[in-house]
């Protein structure tokens, strides 16, 4: 067993944290997989088959955790799609975030953490909700070190994806 496959298991029932690109990737391919190759903020980052592996972790979790922060970067990141897809997928989008685990950290309590001024507000909220025992899912390098120097477990899709598709890590 891979150390990755080790990770998710440790947390299937506790919850993975999903952060704001890679939940947009899921938020659009559960919408409708073929927009992720045309979508401006997921077509140089994503393929389809990567809402494919995605979906197939996330359905292995007893929660999917995201702190309001999140939401409201997907949110305005999705408002790019354009017509006739845009109000389609704001109404699926309403409909998935009732499946989601809201959890809340307060601005103010983030900004004052050491880490405030390196990672900026909603990498602060997910490293200090990571260590509430929740895996991180990212995509971004810079949060992913970050949170295994302050012991937070996290993996970061880009490994997760190579891994998979080297043949290394099997579903």
């Keep these: 067993m891979t150390y990755y496959?080790?990770?998710l298991e440790r947390y299937r029932s506790q919850g993975?944290?999903?952060d704001t690109n890679?939940?947009?990737l899921f938020f659009v391919g559960a919408y409708r997989r073929s927009l992720i190759s045309s979508f401006k903020?997921?077509?140089d980052r994503f393929k389809p088959e990567d809402f494919d592996l995605?979906?197939?972790v996330l359905k292995s979790f007893a929660r999917i955790v995201t702190p309001p922060h999140i939401l409201a970067e997907v949110?305005?990141?999705s408002s790019q799609i354009a017509e006739p897809d845009g109000e389609k997928f704001?109404?699926?989008f309403a409909q998935r975030i009732t499946t989601l685990s809201k959890e809340y950290v307060r601005s103010d309590q983030a900004a004052v953490t050491d880490s405030f001024p390196r990672l900026g507000l909603t990498?602060?909220?997910i490293l200090l909700l990571g260590a509430r025992s929740y895996l991180v899912l990212t995509d971004d390098h810079k949060l992913a070190g970050f949170s295994e120097s302050r012991s937070v477990d996290v993996i970061n899709f880009n490994h997760l994806r190579q891994a998979h598709y080297s043949g290394r890590w099997v579903d």
């Design 41 to 43: 903020r997921t077509n």
């Design 5 to 7: 496959l080790r990770l």
């Design 90 to 92: 704001f109404r699926a």
């Design 22 to 24: 890679i939940l947009l």
């Design 75 to 77: 949110n305005s990141l």
């Design 54 to 56: 995605l979906s197939g």
């Design 123 to 125: 990498d602060t909220v």
């Design 16 to 18: 993975i944290l999903v």
